[in-house]
Nanobody, 114 residues
């Protein structure tokens, strides 16, 4: 499974971005799909996740501002980010866990300017 993340960029405080993560390769059923981020000098942190059953969860700092979703074919994962803050600046990574393994995308940079 290969993951290609996109949608990052430069945005002003209060703005919005939508990240996408396209999965390709052999057919798979995922157990978990999620987004993580890593800011300069900090550890990677959990942003949002989506289970096979449709349950979602969010890191505390993004609750109410970010929304995770996927397309019906289950091949593309999205992260809608609203009300962006400077502290949201980071490289965002998508992650998919299937029965065959744990896969990561290459990361997409989000920069929020004040």
């Amino acid at each position: 499974v290969q993951l290609q993340a996109s949608g990052g960029g430069l945005v002003h405080v209060g703005g919005s971005l939508r990240l996408s993560c396209a999965a390709s390769g052999r057919r798979f059923d995922f157990n978990f799909m999620g987004w993580y981020r890593q800011a300069p000098g900090k550890q990677r942190e959990y942003v949002a996740g989506l289970t096979l059953g449709g349950s979602t969860s969010y890191g505390g700092s993004v609750k109410g501002r970010f929304t995770i979703s996927r397309d019906t074919a289950k091949t593309t994962l999205y992260l809608q980010m609203n009300s962006l803050r400077p502290e949201d600046t980071a490289v965002y990574y998508c992650n998919i866990i299937t029965v065959s393994g744990n896969y990561w995308g290459q990361g997409t940079l989000v920069t929020v300017s004040s």
